[in-house]
């Protein structure tokens, strides 16, 4: 008998086996497609050369995850590559602000009316943020706080409405490249905490920026599996698991997977039945015969660039998808170009690019002309460029992921109390009402992102678990 089972193998499930396997129990994963990797993939999506991610390829979480860090993935192939900037936003007159590894340098994007602001609000978490972090994604009662003051004075300016926040600053452009960043969890900007969600990302940026994995994100994926082989466990591909009576005996189950899939595998009926999924996205891989044409010049050497014209323009997308049930008229996007880190990912001369816009859950109409059209205000030539495109959307979304119900890449609504207590309200996240069976999907705290936190947090609770029977 097994002492553990993990049920999919992306990033999480790959964590949590990790951590188990390191601790001198038997492990094995089950994983349903051909190749490991989850949100965390890497294929030949358009023409043959141009590698893309299916899902995530800019990586702020994975370099500064405390999980990741511990394993040390650099000895199993792990390469990061960054850009000269790790994030620009463009607007109509040409100009940018920017969110570089300089204080300094993105506080003065800004202009000078909220340089101040800025680094009034990033520079007393800076100094402390490898604590900073490991506390905040290590929640809930995973470990005890080591910097308590901290984290309280981060949930004092985090916990409030980002909208709240931005009252901070005087003009526009800082409001809108924050919004943005608040944008990436597809939450509306006056919804709960969204304030720490765009803290988290400029703050990741400051301390170690915003990489891509030298090859593509299944490099995260490889050095993962590779690292659980290296420690004792196994993985097994193309093994579909309906029921808990597919999988070998073992005294624990862990699921990366949905919340709806778990309860229908291990028969939980409606125990998942209040978890709410957020809104789907509408995502383009393209492959072009140069770098993107952006008017301003910051974002052609950033890795990843979000497009929407102001914070209102930003907002009105976000309500559109999330709250009216329709696709917005100018969505905002989210794009990276991983080819300006790495050029091992397109023949020379020629790039990988994609773009994604929020859509309403399960939504099934065709986002292409909208999110070239936005595209194009910002970078004319733009459609000049594309060699090929490979389009998905929410249905295509979650057929290739099953854990992206209607196209929901947060795995759930990072939206309201759901944003830190999910899947279900519980100071225990990671259990569910059977004994042997463990969640650690992104459904669960920390929640979206490749990260591998909410797999090395239930990978606690497993362990614990474990050496009570």
Wanted: net charge positive; proline share 9%.
């Amino acid at each position: 008998m097994l002492d553990a089972v993990v049920v999919g193998a992306g990033p999480n499930g790959l964590t949590a086996a990790v951590e188990l396997a390191r601790r001198g129990f038997s492990v094995a994963v089950f994983e349903a497609e051909s190749t490991v990797g989850g949100g965390a993939r890497t294929e030949e999506l358009t023409l043959p050369g141009f590698r893309h991610d299916p899902c995530s390829a800019a990586h702020p979480l994975g370099i500064n995850s405390p999980a990741f860090r511990g394993l040390t993935l650099e000895r199993y192939g792990l390469r990061w590559l960054h850009a000269p900037l790790p994030m620009a936003h463009p607007f109509p007159d040409g100009s940018a602000a920017v969110l570089s590894r300089s204080v300094g340098e993105t506080a003065a994007s800004f202009g000078a009316r909220d340089a101040g602001a800025y680094r009034r609000l990033v520079e007393p978490f800076l100094p402390k943020w490898d604590t900073l972090a490991r506390d905040f994604m290590s929640l809930p009662l995973t470990a005890l706080p080591r910097d308590p003051v901290t984290l309280a004075r981060f949930g004092l300016a985090g916990l409030p409405p980002s909208t709240w926040l931005m009252r901070r600053f005087r003009d526009d452009k800082a409001k809108t490249l924050f919004a943005g960043l608040v944008a990436h969890v597809m939450a509306p900007l006056d919804g709960f905490a969204t304030g720490a969600i765009g803290l988290v990302f400029a703050l990741a940026a400051h301390a170690r920026g915003w990489p891509v994995a030298r090859g593509g994100s299944q490099a995260i994926s490889d050095a993962l599996t590779a690292c659980l082989k290296d420690v004792g466990g196994s993985v097994h591909t193309d093994y579909e698991v309906k029921r808990l009576d597919d999988l070998p005996p073992a005294r624990a189950y862990v699921f990366d997977t949905s919340p709806t899939a778990l309860a229908r595998i291990a028969g939980l009926g409606n125990h998942y039945a209040g978890f709410r999924y957020g809104p789907g996205v509408f995502k383009i891989d393209y492959a072009l015969d140069g770098p993107v044409p952006w008017t301003a010049e910051a974002p052609r050497t950033a890795g990843t660039v979000q497009v929407g014209a102001s914070s209102a323009e930003i907002g009105a997308a976000l309500n559109a998808a999330s709250r009216e049930g329709r696709a917005p008229d100018a969505p905002f996007l989210i794009t990276t170009q991983p080819s300006v880190a790495d050029p091992t990912r397109a023949p020379e001369g020629k790039h990988v690019f994609w773009a994604y816009g929020h859509v309403p859950n399960g939504w099934t109409g065709d986002l292409t002309d909208a999110v070239e059209r936005q595209l194009e205000r910002f970078a004319p030539g733009f459609r000049d460029r594309v060699l090929a495109r490979a389009t998905a959307g929410p249905p295509e979304l979650a057929a290739r992921n099953a854990n992206y119900v209607g196209g929901d890449i947060a795995s759930g609504a990072a939206s309201g109390l759901q944003l830190l207590l999910r899947p279900k309200l519980s100071l225990f996240p990671y259990a569910t009402p059977h004994p042997a069976v463990f969640i650690c999907s992104s459904a669960t705290p920390p929640g979206p992102g490749v990260h591998g936190m909410s797999g090395h947090n239930a990978a606690k609770a497993v362990w614990r678990r474990l050496r009570q029977t």
